[in-house]
Nanobody, 124 residues
Framework: QVQLVESGGGLVQAGGSLRLSCEVS????????MGWFRQAPGKARDFVAH????????DYNPSVKGRFTISRDNAKNSVFLQMNSLTPEDTAVYYC?????????????????WGQGTQVTVSA
């Protein structure tokens, strides 16, 4: 049984930082790219960042590039999202996902497993 457990969300003021974590079990973590997506109320789930299975390729949504950093630790079956310079527009539920491929994807439909989501709220 594949499980993804996210943590690290919360309430932060604009300009602040948060670090999200996602621990994966039930599959060979290093075989898969990982991604972070987010969904604001009333909006579709949007791509945030993804990372190749061995970390040699990273990709970001332009809206977060330079502020967010995705990383992974294959020894700990975990992926992380460091979020700096947060703005109220970053408020959303953040989800980590296991990509069906090694190279990652910006499409949520290429992700086969998802975490339960963690709320990030940025106040003005």
């Amino acid at each position: 049984q594949v499980q993804l457990v996210e943590s690290g969300g919360g309430l932060v003021q604009a300009g602040g930082s948060l670090r999200l974590s996602c621990e994966v079990s039930g599959l060979t973590f290093s075989d898969h790219a990982m991604g972070w997506f987010r969904q604001a109320p009333g909006k579709a789930r949007d791509f945030v960042a993804h990372i190749h299975r061995i970390s040699d390729t990273l990709d970001y949504n332009p809206s977060v590039k330079g502020r967010f950093t995705i990383s992974r630790d294959n020894a700990k079956n975990s992926v992380f999202l460091q979020m700096n310079s947060l703005t109220p527009e970053d408020t959303a539920v953040y989800y980590c996902g296991v990509c069906a491929y090694a190279h990652g994807s910006r499409s949520q439909y290429d992700y086969t497993y998802w975490g339960q989501g963690t709320q990030v709220t940025v106040s003005a």
